[in-house]
């Protein structure tokens, strides 16, 4: 398998990262932020599911951890999975919020382009909630 595009989305938000952190790594959370899951997530084990756009998906977690690493692979129907990093980053009182967006075969520039303004949505949502 060849290297694909890759494309960072991050925001800067004025907050403490421990607390952007625990926020966002509570799966109960992401409805409020990740639109993808705007469903919610109904814990399945150690992984958790959601209904969407793609239908039934499985989303797995790494395990909490002190280095603000979020990142979870996405399981859809037809078996594809999907590697999602997704890193909290402190930046003096604040942090930064990075998510690395990589290319899925197939995909056609409008689509990874739509992707990526999905994407920088959902972080400037978790900015409004967290700087409240």
């Known amino acids: 398998m060849s290297v694909t595009?890759?494309?960072?989305?991050h925001v800067s938000i004025d907050h403490e990262w421990h607390?952007?952190?625990d926020f966002a790594a509570r799966p109960e959370n992401m409805p409020l932020w990740a639109s993808g899951l705007a469903s919610g997530l109904?814990?399945?084990g150690?992984?958790?599911i959601a209904s969407g756009v793609?239908?039934?998906v499985r989303v797995s977690f790494v395990p909490r951890?002190?280095?603000?690493?979020?990142?979870?692979?996405?399981?859809i129907e037809s078996g594809m999975r999907v590697y999602n990093a997704l890193r909290v980053v402190?930046?003096?009182d604040g942090c930064e919020v990075m998510f690395t967006l990589l290319r899925l075969p197939g995909m056609?520039?409008?689509q990874f382009i739509a992707d990526a303004d999905h994407v920088a949505k959902d972080l400037r949502a978790l900015k409004m909630l967290m700087e409240r």
């Open 46 to 48: 150690q992984d958790w």
């Open 19 to 21: 607390e952007v952190y």
């Open 90 to 92: 402190p930046n003096g």
């Open 108 to 110: 056609t520039d409008e």
């Open 5 to 9: 595009a890759a494309r960072i989305v």
């Open 42 to 44: 109904v814990p399945d």
């Open 65 to 75: 951890n002190e280095f603000g690493v979020l990142d979870h692979t996405v399981t």
């Open 54 to 56: 793609l239908g039934r």
